[in-house]
């Protein structure tokens, strides 16, 4: 994932706010990323341009060499599919369906069979230690076992990429850790790579490579790998 | 296959997981769909019952009444009857006939009993099955013979006098001598211009001996087969518009009056398939006005759709189909609800009750237009939302 010079206006009825300056970043296949900043410096808007729910204002995103201006609503619907997992702060699971339907809801649009798309979902919820809790309604889950659903329903795809706002933000700081673990072991398992926006910095601490962002603007993109030399 | 089959199922899900809601838009839906079904069913089987009276009666015949002075005669009726035996060829037969009242007496018992003058072709356009003696005929010419209906038999008769062949009966003071008696004849009002069984046939020139006002003449015209009765309805109005100037000819036909009803009962039925069709409109709005609280309240989950891959249309169908299904569920039970109102009121009506298909699947079809038609906006509406701001706002 390449983002070239990306900025972001939001049109407000006394004028627009530049939510992001200028983004110049790239992102490898496996990578762990943590993306820090204080409230309102744009992280958000940065994982939904990353996520493609956003277009850029000016600049260019390329996912996968091609670039994402060019591709038509339902490519870039069919590429969310196929490629992303998202995870938010606060779940976002259809409370109407059981656990193994929220999971499974992806596959219902990429025409895949009743039976495969359960087994998968299955498999899914068995990843995140949710075997147990497969015909619950969200409402009769804990949060973190929500979390899980969700983080289940993100990679019941296999995706390539996982972006996650501020996932473990609604939890307590045990159920966090839980999940932060649970991120790692999927990024460090499957390779897939993961970018997690977070306000906790022993969280950013445990990511390979970590970007704070200030104002809409990138003020660092630091590596463990750096962090070592400068400790050395 | 799957896809169809999920796009149901969760549809009928979310319909169900707020089932008050869904159950008040599927109210409006159900009475709409039941008024028109109701309405048609209703309409239609007034119809039938109202045919069902006509069926069979006289068809092919035309009848011609017009009244003149007391001074014309017979023979003027006979005159413009072969006159129009003539001029018109799709007239197989043509009986002329006048009728009267009177009060029947024999041995002191009486009985209110009409008249029939008719000619022969009275006779062979009704057929009328004979208990004793003989018809009456043209060659009786003015003789006071009659031939006795069922009815007017069977009342004497329960009085003791059994009247037969030979028998000098008095009609309004004139003695009349009975030749036949007739066996039950059920009573065509297009063909007989009185009901039989209780009347007395008597030669058609012999009713101003029975001192009874012939100005009002009948000609009962048999049509051929296939010959269309609006034509001879036309030809008849031209001629009898040059033979009678002045006077007023009413000409009527059954199948007239069976088109009449049915252009009566088709505004009945337009009528209150419209008012049907005007409940139906109000429920799909108030399926309308249901689908857009739903979509404003399942943002979030819309957002969270097109994240995971669904596309503006899969957006669409999702709501268009929940639309449809709550048209087509309350569609469905509107029509159990709106059969069983006709059918309640054809029972009330002592009519039988008979489906109109036309109304199964006006309702059913309508149900789906509305749905189609008022689920769309509401379904542009999901599909047309931000997924960013669905998801970040609260
Ligand atoms: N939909 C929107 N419409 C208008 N302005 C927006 C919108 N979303 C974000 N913004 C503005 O863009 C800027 C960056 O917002 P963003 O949500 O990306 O910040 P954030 O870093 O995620 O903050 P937080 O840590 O509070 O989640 C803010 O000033 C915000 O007011
Ligand atoms: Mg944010």
């Known amino acids: 994932m390449v983002l070239d010079n990306v900025r972001k206006a939001y049109g407000h009825a006394t004028g627009s706010v530049e939510a992001l300056k200028g983004i110049n970043l790239s992102i490898e296949r496996g990578e762990l990323i943590a993306i820090v900043g204080q409230s309102g410096s744009g992280k958000s808007t940065l994982m939904n341009i990353l996520g493609m729910l956003a277009r850029p204002t000016a600049g260019r995103y390329r996912f996968d060499g091609r670039d994402v201006a060019e591709l038509s609503a339902d490519q870039r619907a069919a590429l969310r599919n196929r490629s992303i997992g998202f995870v938010f702060q606060s779940f976002h699971l259809l409370p109407q369906m059981v656990a193994v339907e929220n999971v499974a809801l992806p596959l219902h649009y990429r025409q895949t069979s009743e039976a495969e798309a359960g087994e998968r979902a299955r498999r899914a919820l068995v990843k995140v230690g949710l075997e147990a809790r497969m015909h619950h309604k969200p409402g009769e889950l804990s949060g973190g076992q929500q979390q899980r659903v969700a983080i289940a329903r993100a990679i019941v795809t296999h995706p390539r990429v996982l972006l996650a706002d501020e996932p473990t933000g609604a939890l307590d700081s045990e159920t966090g850790e839980e999940i932060l673990s649970l991120f790692l072991e999927l990024n460090r398992n499957d390779g897939i790579t993961t970018i997690m926006v977070t306000h906790n910095p022993e969280v950013a601490a445990r990511c390979e490579r970590c970007l704070v962002l200030r104002d809409g603007m990138l003020l660092s993109d630091t590596r463990s790998f750096d962090k070592h030399i400068s400790l050395a | ?394």
């Open chain 2, 1 to 394: 296959m799957t896809y169809w089959r999920r796009l149901i199922t969760h549809a009928v899900t979310s319909l169900f997981s707020s089932p008050l809601r869904s159950a008040l838009a599927l109210l409006g839906i159900v009475i709409g769909s039941a008024a028109v079904i109701a309405m048609v069913n209703i309409g239609h089987n007034a119809k039938q019952a109202m045919l069902k009276q006509f069926e069979g009666m006289g068809a092919q015949s035309t009848t011609i009444d017009y009244q003149q002075g007391a001074e014309t005669s017979v023979a003027a009726l006979l005159d413009l009857r072969d006159h129009l035996y003539r001029s018109i060829p799709g007239l197989e037969i043509i009986a002329a006939t006048t009728t009267g009242n009177g009060t029947l007496r024999h041995r002191g018992q009486s009985a209110f009993a009409s008249v029939v003058g008719a000619t022969d072709e009275l006779f062979a356009i009704l057929e009328p099955q004979l208990r004793a003696g003989r018809l009456t005929a043209d060659l009786d010419g003015d003789a006071p013979h009659a031939v006795l209906g069922w009815k007017l038999y069977q009342d004497f008769r329960q009085q003791g006098i059994y009247l037969g062949v030979g028998d000098i009966v008095v009609f309004d003071d004139t003695p009349v001598m009975l030749v036949g008696v007739l066996e039950d004849f059920p009573h065509n009002s297009f063909l007989s211009p009185t009901p039989i069984n209780n009347s007395l046939i008597a030669p058609l020139e012999s009713l101003r001996r029975l001192n009874q006002d012939t100005s009002r003449w009948r000609l009962t015209a048999v049509r051929a087969e296939g010959v269309d009765y609006e034509l001879v309805q036309e030809q008849l109005g031209s001629e009898l518009r040059r033979r009678l100037p002045q006077t007023m000819v009413r000409i009527s036909s059954p199948e007239q009056l069976i088109e009449n009803i049915e252009k009566q009962t088709r505004i009945l039925t337009l009528t209150l398939g419209a008012i049907g069709g005007v409940s139906l409109l109000v429920g799909g709005i108030g399926v309308m006005n249901i689908m857009l609280v739903s979509v404003s309240e399942r943002r979030r989950e819309i957002g969270l759709r097109m994240a995971i891959g669904a596309r503006v249309r899969d957006i669409k169908l999702q709501f268009l189909t929940e639309a449809l299904i709550l048209c087509l569920a309350g569609g469905c039970v509107g029509l159990l609800f709106g059969i069983a109102t006709a059918f309640g009121a054809t029972q009330y009506f002592g009519h039988p009750f008979e489906l109109s298909m036309a109304s199964v699947v006006l309702g059913v079809g309508v149900s789906t237009l509305v749905g189609l038609f008022f689920g769309y906006h509401p379904a542009v509406a999901a599909a047309k939302l931000d997924p960013v701001d669905t998801l970040y706002g609260d």
